[in-house]
């Protein structure tokens, strides 16, 4: 039911998008060409309306299924679609004081001074969510959904020389409650080692560290440019990239479908 909800929570936007309502989403992907309405008198219930494979397409070029067709025929109007939403959403060369580089789904932000180097690192793939999942009505015009963001696990490294601390952090879910830190991450693990790392390094889970020591931990953090404001962004920067990626990715299964 979880990956029927997301499904369907994609490709209700998509509707949205064709009679220019996007609401809070930033991506269309959805289901909604699967679904259509129950029979009079019946109950409200969405259900699946999957197509019987034909052999052909009606092309007239005795090579492409019909299938094969409606694929591309999909992929076209949800490229177009996705651009629209992406809004000229890019990847930045730089990000307070860090240079990024892309390769593939990795990113990494560096940032060197004379005495020591930061390198924040992060994969997109897997990471996107929508940051709320209301009950979704497919019949509406204007389903409210919620934003759908990219929130990576990320890890961050304090290199001195040889020698390098460190963290492992994650996004934070949910508001934070009465008394507690409003922190849009948290540490996962830390450690620290010399030379390369290894699986023999000992790490510790930051969920086990002492409660002072890890405040002061988070500081640190911060010092290193690493704070709440800083998360937000670098939130921004996975959203667009895995955004920019799946693009590509729709537009490299057209090409492969179409024979081209």
């Known amino acids: 039911m979880n990956s029927l909800k997301t499904a369907t929570l994609r490709l209700a936007n998509l509707a949205s ?7 809070k989403r930033d991506f269309t992907r959805s289901l909604w060409h699967m679904t259509k309405k129950p029979a009079v008198g019946g109950d409200h219930v969405t259900v699946l309306n999957v197509h019987k494979p ?4 009606t092309c007239g070029c005795n090579v492409h299924t019909k299938g094969e067709r409606e694929l ?11 651009r629209k939403v992406q809004k000229g959403k890019t990847v930045p060369s730089t990000l307070e004081g860090f240079c990024v580089k892309v ?7 560096t940032k060197q001074t004379e005495k020591e180097k930061v390198v924040i690192s992060f994969n997109v793939n897997h990471t996107v969510d929508s940051e709320q999942e209301p009950e979704v009505n497919p019949n509406a015009d204007k389903p409210e959904l919620g ?44 450690s620290i080692y010399e030379g390369e790392w290894n699986d023999k390094v000992y790490a510790v889970a930051g969920d086990v560290l002492d409660g002072y020591l890890y405040d002061l931990l988070m500081n640190i953090l911060e010092e290193k440019g690493i704070s709440n404001e800083f998360a937000e ?11 920019t990626s799946y693009i590509a990715l729709l537009e490299k299964l057209s090409k492969f479908t179409a024979g081209k």
């Open 72 to 82: 591309v025929e999909f992929l076209t109007e949800e490229i177009i679609a996705e």
């Open 147 to 190: 934003e759908m963001r990219s929130k990576p696990q990320f890890e961050v490294d304090i290199i001195k020389g040889t020698s390098t601390l460190s963290f492992t952090c994650s996004y934070l879910e949910g508001e934070a409650q009465e008394g507690e830190y409003n922190d849009v991450f948290s540490i996962d693990e830390m």
């Open 54 to 57: 034909s052999i052909n397409c």
């Open 17 to 23: 998008t064709k009679t220019g309502a996007l609401g």
């Open 233 to 243: 962004k670098l939130s921004d920067l996975a959203t667009a990239h895995e955004h």
């Open 103 to 109: 390769t593939g789904a990795d990113v990494e932000l």
